[in-house]
């Protein structure tokens, strides 16, 4: 079929829309609101006075396949079928949508339903013509299943058609089973039950064999269905805007291309070729007016070596975006890197004969062209017909001196070609600028200061300031002192003459010395220095706020005599109006106190802790005629705890009122030099701290235990004094205080009523003592030094050391609890 397409004016009679609708068309070509009012606008219309506004649309989004599909439904419904089949003819190669292929099938089938086995035929030729353009989308799976029913009602008064029959039933299921479509599981679930019909035997084996393929083709069908699940197909293909909703669309049809390039089916590699080649036409059915997806297309097809294939890509991509000028060079690099010169040239022509796309980089990339595929004399002719372009700019005359030079080795040429051009261009700085880089390269410092010198008798002072600079810069390469400083104060004065005041004004002494003095990367200034000075750079370049021209005024103002200073304010114009009330809302400041680390907790003087009744004694005032500095102890360095001599003291006597392990956590807890603590150093306290648990604190209650709050005892546990004052102690192995009396366990026995569930559990908490004890000992850190930072690994090893001691004594003492440090529980 031919994909040909025609265009009708959109100025027809009697079909054109309002004229509201058309002015938006007018302003915005793509606007889309106005086309979707013209859609319902055809649809409101009969047919012979909406085809114009159809032929309109799709004039402007020829692959949408949503207004193909109600042109052509609404040819049908009128029974034009010469129209419908035109309107086919453009589109379905075009738009590989579905639902436009099944409305296709819909008037082949109302074509070729009275035509008996003509019309049969015909309509399994348009089945097999959709399938085999359409079967792998992921939609296809109702057309699979319409195809198998054409099949299964055709009629067989012989075996032999019979047989062909279930041949092609066949055919078409295990196509169908092994392509990742939607109701793939249904059709897999017919096929087995269209073999078991014919013959089980058989069934058997054939199912044995696509049963693998068939659970292929599902996994790739889930991974394919998350990306097609979240592309929009109701979209118009339009030019990019920039708009979230097109960024993700575009994201997610790469993804998808991305997904099918990876080959996930495991197909040959025609068959891959064929995929991602659909997904591709699909991809550009909305994403029409993207170059890079035109780009990426192309340059598939030739690195799979699809010459012919890119080529005709390139050629929709120029015909979609005649006015993409990156498209008309990646074809023409495309074509003279195959070595076909000729047609690479025709791309050059074509980007020249185009208005929109003629400009000054058309005629230099043209002219570079030339000059590598024709040499010299050919790159001069296309010079000198650049120079007659309207479109001609100072960059045509640089690209040709550099070519002349670098390439032709002839500076003399080059050096009239920026005479000529300086004649025309003398008034663009940029151009000023590169004809002293080519002197500079010439060693021609001489015709360099006469350049600088025409060219700032000519440019306005607004447009001289990089000449100026490369002027300065000029000097100090290949100046002396004298003609350097020469230069900045001709240019100082030459700004400030001509109303730049404010350039000298953001540029301090300091700023050009530092200009002066620099080397590429190199400055002779600390990177401070440059921030303070672009700070105080950016600061002058804004303009004073409304506050600060009041205060400026209010200080003026006070600075008067009592008896005629008045209130003022700065107006809008800089002037300040007298006699005008302020009133200036200024924050109190007295009561503001700055944190000093150093302090330790002395800042907080005689303010008491919340809660806990915690006083802090303030500092002692220093003697009497010493510095602060010398009056006390030199400052504490970081993370040293705050003694008494900085005034931090925790009274005895609250911590004796806290509970015992409170008051040992606390008195374990080191200085905090600042507001945050050192999280590791927290965590290590809690680690080694001893919080007992609710049992034990419960059955130790009706006991008087002594803590001592000291920092060394803190791992060890407080034996609990017995009121018959039976209470053993008995040194262990590693020297640890335990109670192993039998007389103490039968004691509370005796009291608690047995050895109940209480009982046992309170045993065996005792039994974990001297292990903790052991492990406390083995401890390479002792408990008053200050902890590594590493706290965790540390805790690490002591418990792998305390499992690793268990193991052995266990061993050596034949499982004796009494040895490995198990008091014995028994009784006598």
Known sequence: ???????????????????????????????????????????????????????????????????????????????????????????????????????????????????????????KKAYEFMLNHLGADIAAGPVWMEYIAFLKAAPASTPQEESQRMTAVRKAYQKAILTPIHMV??????????????????????????????????????????????????????????????????????????????????????????????????CLMYLYHYPDIWYDYATWHAENNSFEAAVAVFGRALKALPDTSVLHYAYAEFEESRGSIEEAKK????????????????????????????????????????????????????????????????????????????????????????????????NDDRNVRVLFERALKVLPPEESIEVWNRFMAFEQAYGDL?????????????????????????????????????????????????????????????????????????????????????????????SALVGVSVNIVRPDISHMMVYDPRQGFGGMMNAGMPGMGLQMRPPAPPPGGLPPRLAGPPPLPPGRPPDVAMGVKVSDEVLKSLPSAVGNFLSRLPAVNGPIPDVDVVISVFLQAEVPSALESSLQQPQQTQRVPSPGNAGNVAAPADSAGSMKQTPGSNGTVRGGSHQTSSGAEGRTGGPGPRNQRHQQHKRKE???????EDSPVSQSRPPPRDVFRLRQLQRARVVGNSALSGVASGGSGAYSGEPSGSSE
């Open 1 to 123: 079929m031919s994909s040909t397409t025609t265009t009708t004016p959109p100025e027809q009679e009697g079909a054109a829309p309002n004229e509201q609708l058309r002015e938006k068309i007018n302003v915005h070509r793509y606007d889309i609101n106005a086309w979707n009012a013209i859609v319902n606008e055809a649809q409101s219309r009969p047919i012979s006075e909406a085809a114009p506004l159809y032929e309109q649309l799709l004039a402007t989004f020829p692959t949408a396949a949503r207004i193909w599909k109600m042109y052509v439904e609404a040819q049908m419904a009128a029974n034009n079928d010469d129209a419908v089949k035109q309107i086919f003819s453009r589109c379905l190669l075009n738009c590989l949508s579905v639902d436009l292929w099944r409305c296709y099938i819909r008037f082949m089938r109302k074509v070729n339903d009275n035509r008996g086995n003509e019309g049969r035929e015909e309509m």
């Open 185 to 282: 599981e249904q059709l897999w679930k017919e096929y087995e039950g269209f073999e078991n019909s014919v013959s089980r035997a058989l069934a058997k084996g054939l199912l044995a064999e696509y049963q693998p393929k068939h659970f292929s083709a599902r996994a790739v069908y889930r991974e394919r269905k998350k990306h097609c699940e979240r592309i929009d197909h109701s979209i118009l293909a339009t030019p990019p805007t920039g708009s979230i909703k097109e960024e993700q669309q575009g994201l997610v049809w790469k993804g998808l291309l991305n997904f099918e390039k990876g080959n996930p089916q495991r197909l040959d590699a025609g068959a891959l070729t064929k995929r991602v080649a659909f997904t591709y036409e699909q």
């Open 347 to 442: 791309v050059y022509e074509t980007l020249l004969q185009n208005d929109s796309t003629a400009n000054a980089l058309a005629y230099i990339q043209y002219m570079r062209f030339v000059r590598r595929t024709e040499g010299v004399e050919a790159a001069r002719k296309v010079f000198l017909e650049a120079r007659k372009s309207p479109a001609c700019t100072f960059h045509v005359y640089v690209a040709s001196a550099t070519m002349e030079l670098c390439i032709d080795k002839d500076p003399k040429v080059a050096r009239n070609i920026f005479e000529l051009g300086l004649k025309k261009y003398s008034h663009e700085p940029a151009y000023v600028l590169e004809y002293a880089d080519f002197l500079c390269r010439m």
């Open 482 to 574: 004298q003609s350097m400083l020469k230069v900045e104060q001709r240019r100082r004065e030459a700004l400030s003459q001509n109303g730049e005041d404010e350039i000298n004004a953001l540029e301090s002494a300091l700023q050009q010395l530092i200009a002066r003095y620099r080397f590429l990367d190199l400055w002779p200034c600390s990177s401070s220095d440059l921030d303070h000075l672009a700070r105080q750079q950016i600061i002058a370049r804004q303009p004073p706020s409304k506050s600060e021209k009041q205060s400026v005024s209010t200080n003026t103002a006070s600075s008067l005599p009592a008896e005629k200073a008045q209130p003022t304010v700065a107006a809008a114009d800089g």
């Open 770 to 776: 001297p292990d903790r004890a052991e492990e406390e």
